[in-house]
């Protein structure tokens, strides 16, 4: 609440300016961010293979803080497997690999298929001249 000072009269009124803010946010849908996206198509290439967390971050771009919460997201909500590997060379640490589930991978093509029309608009937007 504000006092506007410039209002207050010789009477002793004073006009009380209220501002209210109403934000209006449409929730996104689970699971169709960009990067939950980006991750979901790699994934798809092979989705019967299994793969490395940092490999996938080198081919998404996404860093380790991105990408990890949408890989433990996609397995708590059953749609990869994930398992620890053994060591390629003696003295490193097992490393976690993740793949898609059945559903997971049926479940990622329509999320993708659905996402596909959305981001051609956005594109063809942004191009000059387009209408």
């Known amino acids: 609440m504000r006092l506007d000072l410039h209002s207050v009269g010789t009477a002793g009124w004073a006009c009380i300016a209220k501002t209210t803010y109403v934000e209006y946010v ?49 397995a708590d909500q059953g749609w990869l497997e994930t398992r620890w590997a053994e060591p390629e060379q003696p003295g490193r640490p097992p490393r976690h690999t993740y793949r898609l589930t059945g559903a997971g991978a049926k479940t990622a093509r329509t999320k993708l298929a659905e996402a596909a029309p959305v981001r051609m608009n956005r594109r063809l937007a942004a191009v000059p001249g387009s209408r």
């Open 26 to 74: 449409m929730p996104r849908l689970p699971n169709t961010s960009p990067q939950t996206l980006s991750v979901l198509a790699l994934l798809l290439e092979s989705p019967r293979s299994w793969h490395y967390g940092y490999a996938l971050s080198q081919v998404t771009g996404l860093k380790s803080g991105t990408l990890y919460p949408i890989l433990l997201r996609l």
